[in-house]
């Protein structure tokens, strides 16, 4: 049997490697670098195109901002998934005003996980008294813009605005349903941010990869044979 040392290293080394990727958690990676408020006008509609994990969402987390008043408890705020190519309709649910709150995530679900196409286009709409937004990375900072790095964190998709492409990307994380399929697509993404990390991080990926190197030491010295 495995000594305590040994499990505890395998779960050290699985532990770095979620802490490292866990900005792809969900489904979809979290977007940290948004900088603002987007206005979600009443009969305006702003959307997201994304590229699922897996082949099924079972809802969608934004952060809204409602400027430091109550959200209008009466109002909805509703998410509709639609083929980007034709604009049909997939599915569509909402969440009361009464559960929105400044500067808070808000999880939208629906009913059942949702079967989507390989892009999907999930579109936000407001129908209430009070002002909502939706914090997005757009417009870039003057500082992303004198530096010349693309207003872009998420490649794999595009901000839309009243149908229309937008520079820049909204705020959310997509959640995906439970099942192995997803699980496998959601470790797939792990390992590939985690790569990208330690790539684009020298000092970063030395410190891992002697934390990784120390953890496989323990754990096959907890794995061999004791003499007692």
Known sequence: MPSPRSCFACLAMVAMLLLTG??????????????GPLPLEEGATVAQTINPAGDAISGLDVQVATYAAPADPDGALTLALRDPDTGRRIARTSVPGSDLADTTWVAIRFDEPVDVPDVVL???SWEGATPLALWANTPASPQVRSAGVPN??????ELVV???PRTGDLAFRVRGA???STALAQLGEVVASTG??????PIFAILWLLALVGGVALAVRGLRPHRG
């Open 162 to 164: 009243d149908g229309l």
């Open 22 to 35: 866990c900005a792809r958690t969900g489904g979809e990676p979290f977007q940290p670098t948004h900088n």
């Open 152 to 157: 872009d964190p998420y490649e794999d998709g």
């Open 122 to 124: 999930a579109e936000l």
């Open 178 to 180: 439970a099942g192995p």
């Open 196 to 201: 990208s990390r330690l790539l684009a991080e």
